[in-house]
């Protein structure tokens, strides 16, 4: 029974296929989904929060979701927003080790708060969108990671710093 609204929270720089298959899954078990940009002003990011924004729309037109961003602690947020879950990604055990932590120190400050982690499908375990940037970076293809919006989106970014001269 669909009872509990569930933030994804995320830097979402870029969305990626593995996202958007946590997504799916999320929207299956939960009443709402709020799936929010997190703005970390201390870490660079290849799009800017409204960039990230405009393309999870496209990439998740259709789907059940609302989408929007956050700054600060993602506890004050989930309680601003009657949030009662976060959902988190797990890839691979290091991912575990980090997010446990996250998720006792969430639970500590907010105690309704739980987390609840979701494996990617087998074939996006090793996808992140630290390794879309760097694939891209050296002009890669990347349109079997993330929807054809992010392909765009990148290849736009990319013609934009084309060295002058």
Known sequence: MKKKIAVYPGSFDPITYGHIDIIDRACKIFKKLIVSVFINPNKKTMFTADERVKMLKRA????????????????????????????RGLRAISDLEYEFQIAGINRMLYKNIETVFFMPSAKYAYLSSSMVRHISSFRGDVSKLVPPCVVRAIKKKERGNKPKG
Do not use: H, S
């Open 60 to 87: 998740l037109k259709g789907k059940n979701v609302e989408i929007e961003c956050f700054r600060g602690l993602l506890v004050d947020y989930a309680r601003k927003k009657k949030v009662d879950v976060v959902i």
